[in-house]
Every structure is written in C-alpha cells, then in structure tokens.
C-alpha cells in the first residue's frame, strides 16, 4: 500500500513525488513511456541531442531572489539554485508587420517598448500592470473572466493587445482566440515580470536532478508502466489497474495525465467530453546550423512572429498547419558564463501551429513528405521576420502533433491541456487529485509548481 500513486513522470508528477518523499511518504511514480520528462523530454538522433518542448524556462529570477515561483521550487524540493544552472536570455522580439516591441527579463523594458511604439498606451499599459499585480493564482472565478474583454476595457489600440497576447498564448494558452483572464495574469508575470532562461545542459539537467534526489528519499518510479484502469469504489479510488494487469493500492493518487484522460481511466463517470482535451498542437522545426546564428545577425533568444494585425491563434481550418504565426528560438542566444554551457552547433527551432486529426490520418508515405513540407513552409514563414538562416543549415527534424503525444499521451497531441483549468485539483473522487497542465500552471516551472502545490494541498494536510 503506497501514502501516495503518482500518474505521469513529468516535471509536475516528478515534483511532487520529491515532495511527498521529503516527509517519509511511501510514493510511487508510474509512466506509461520509456523516458521521463513528458512534453519537456529529450531524444538522440545522428549524434545529436535534441530537446522536446523547451525552449525557455519561464519565471526565471536570478540567484538569491528570495520571491517567485523559481525560489519557492528550490526551497519546497531543497534544491539549490546551482542544480539548475539556469542561464538567462539575451534579448527577445514581438515582431508584427506594422510594429515590434522588445522584452527582457525586467518589465522596464517592455514599458519603453510600450512608450515608444504605442505612445498613447503608457497610462493604459500601467492600469493593466496595476491589474495583474492585484490577481490572485488560486482564482477559480478569474478563469472564467475572457482575458480579451479586460484588455479591450484597458488598452485602446487593437495592435497592442494581439502584440501582447502573442507570446502568451504562444507559451500557455489552450483556448482558442481567446484566453481566461487568470491564464493571461499567470503567463504575463511568468514571462514579463519574470521572464527566460535555459537549463545550461538542456532540460536533462533538470530531469536528471529531479531523478536523482526523486531516489536518493526512497520513491518508486517505474517506467513502461502505463495505468490502464482506476478501480473506483464508494466514490473512492481504491487502486490502479496497470496494463500489464498488475494492481497497486494507494491511499491517494495524484495524476498528471490530464482530466479528461483520468477521468477515462475511472470509467465508471458518464463518456468525458472529448473537447475537454484541448486542440492547440504544433509541430517544431529544428534546423541545425554550421554556425550560430549570431554570426548570421540573429540575436534575438526567441522571436513570436504573426504576418497581420490580428494574432490567429487555432488549429488550421484546412490544412496540416497554419503558418501566419510562429515562434522562433535560438538556444544559442542565452547568457551562458563558461564554455560548459554552449552549444556545439548552432540551433534554431521553429514552432508553427498545427491540426493533429491530420498528421495522424497521414499513411507512413504520406507523414514523411508532409515533415519534409511542412519544413520547408515553416522555415520560409520565419525568415520573413529573422535573418535567413537556410544556407547554413547542415541537418534538420521535425516532430510533430503524433510526436507531442507519443510522449505525453495526450488526446489530440494537446501541448497545454484543457482549456478548463481545475485550480483547487479536485475531481469527482475524494482522493483523486490532478496535477500539471490541466490543473492550470504551464510551464517548466509551473508544472513543478503545481505537482508541488497539490502535493502540499491534498496529500500531506491531515
């Protein structure tokens, strides 16, 4: 009988299994893949290492901040700030047609952004922060409020807010058009009150870590161990069932599968609607260069791009892909302190929106040429806002919406979940909790946050 079953072995899941274990819960972590990580995995191909969903750690403050997320995450796992190695970006761009703004990781430099292309916002701008500052995370009533309609009370000039929601939705937004106002706080602080870094190893350094001191108190983890079933009795979650047929009790079980994926493991509740999913996938371009991209004008650590006034965020009506927007990110373009932490080639990955149905509709043949397309298109959409990179490239991947949920088992490939968050993690069974995603923080450090939080909330409370 284990204190607490944790499903999914991702940053939240492997958060809050280090958390239960610091005070002598018997924890065990199962994961239906052979990897750790989830979304923010990794891969080897021709020699090379790849990173799968990160391109910033979001939240990032420096060493010694004694407030945020990132310094509540060391102190809760008692990790020190070294075992990330975190280092922070150079610079980064909004870039539309009719106008860029500029951020780093300190808000003053987005309001001279602000002041100095949209003169008229700076008093707006300012009533917005003032907004943003007052929220509350634990809000239930802040995610049924839609983030546009705020904006639209607050800011007076359209092209500013589509330039502001860009990157936001682009790093945490699993509505379509629209994002709930307390999606817009979280994301808007994690990004430009806070802002990016990058694991000097990759996410494996932070995985690795995670590993580590998981084991070092004595948790279980057991990967290509998938839960096939919860065995529910009494409005209780008695045990999990495992594909294999094994049975394993627990006196709770926190899951980080998503919930319309664990409440289909119940099987007892009525079919879960299955837009409750989520639909915004991509797919990721990743071109490797002979050089950095520095050295061909790029410096920009990572650039959101849309080629009209208005910021078009859902799935292709269609067609496999919609290239109107995208993201741009160099892994190159970070403050890195030593040569430990650079990269042995230049790197540039492209992120465009994406329709899963298609991609896995696609025969072998097909899904093959349509990487190679798709590749093509991608990349000729981003060099209309970045420096032509395409002479200097030397090898290339692609993953797509098949990929996303190859490794993370989510319905339609979904990358942020359901576009109804559960806050408070409850679900219809008393000790039946969700973490992660579908919980509602996104994000590398989110994700910890969250397995942190509910950990803290429902299974260590008496």
């Known amino acids: 009988m284990y204190d607490t079953i944790i499903i999914g072995a991702g940053m939240s899941g492997l958060a809050a299994g280090i958390r239960l274990a610091h005070y002598d819960q018997k924890v065990c972590i199962l994961e239906k893949h052979y990897t750790i990580g989830g979304l923010n995995s990794f891969y080897r191909m021709n020699g090379r290492d790849y990173d799968v969903g990160l ?12 407030k945020g997320p990132l310094a509540r995450i060391l102190r809760q796992l008692r990790f020190k ?43 707006n701008f300012e009533t917005l922060i003032a907004k943003i500052v007052d929220y509350d995370d634990l809000d ?8 546009r309609a705020v904006l639209d009370q607050t800011i007076s000039q359209p092209l500013l807010i589509e330039m502001l929601l860009c990157p936001l939705m682009w790093y945490g937004n699993a509505d379509c058009h629209d994002m709930a106002w307390g999606q817009f706080c979280i994301m808007f602080r994690s990004i ?5 870094a990058r694991p000097y190893k990759g996410v494996r350094l932070i995985l690795k870590n995670l590993v580590k001191r998981y084991r070092s108190l004595g948790g279980e983890l057991k990967l290509r161990h998938g839960v096939a079933k919860i065995h529910v009795d009494n409005g209780h979650a008695a ?18 599968a998503g919930r319309l994926e664990t409440l289909r493991m119940c099987g007892d509740v009525s079919q879960p609607d299955p837009k409750m999913a989520g639909n915004m996938t991509f797919i990721e371009s990743i071109s490797v260069l002979d050089r950095e991209p520095s050295k061909i004008g790029n410096d920009d ?23 109107r927007t995208g993201v741009v990110c160099s892994p190159n373009n970070y403050i890195y302190h030593d040569d430990d932490g650079k ?20 025969s072998a043949e ?53 576009p109804d968050k559960q806050l408070d993690g409850t679900t219809h069974l008393n000790n039946l909790f969700l973490c992660g995603t579908d919980q509602g923080y996104v994000g590398i450090i989110g994700a910890m946050m969250s397995g942190i939080s509910m950990a803290n909330v429902h299974c260590l409370r008496p």
């Open 366 to 418: 097909q899904y093959t040429k349509a990487k190679h397309k798709w590749y093509d298109k991608s990349v000729a959409s981003s060099v209309r806002f970045t420096p032509d990179f395409r002479s200097y490239v030397i090898d290339t991947d692609v993953f797509t919406p098949t990929t996303i949920r190859k490794f993370t088992w989510h319905d339609n490939g979904a990358v942020y979940g359901s």
């Open 55 to 66: 391109h910033a750690v979001t939240n990032f403050t420096e060493k010694g901040a004694k």
């Open 239 to 256: 045990a999990v069932e495992l594909d294999s047929g094994e049975i394993l009790e627990g006196k709770r079980i926190l899951s980080s």
């Open 140 to 147: 239930q009533a802040a995610f049924e409020v839609s983030g």
């Open 81 to 123: 700030w070294e075992d990330f190695a975190l280092a922070p970006q150079k610079g980064s761009r909004v870039v539309f047609p009719q106008s860029e703004l500029r951020f780093g990781n300190d808000l003053d430099l987005l309001r001279s952004e602000v002041k100095r292309a949209f003169p008229s916002q700076v008093d």
């Open 343 to 362: 990269l042995a080639d230049g790197i540039l990955r492209i992120t465009t929106i994406a329709d899963f149905d298609r991609w896995n509709n696609l």
């Open 192 to 196: 430009f009150f806070e802002g990016f």
């Open 301 to 323: 650590t990572i650039v959101f791009y849309n080629d009209s006034e208005k910021f078009n965020w859902h799935p292709p009506e269609s067609d496999l892909c919609d290239i």
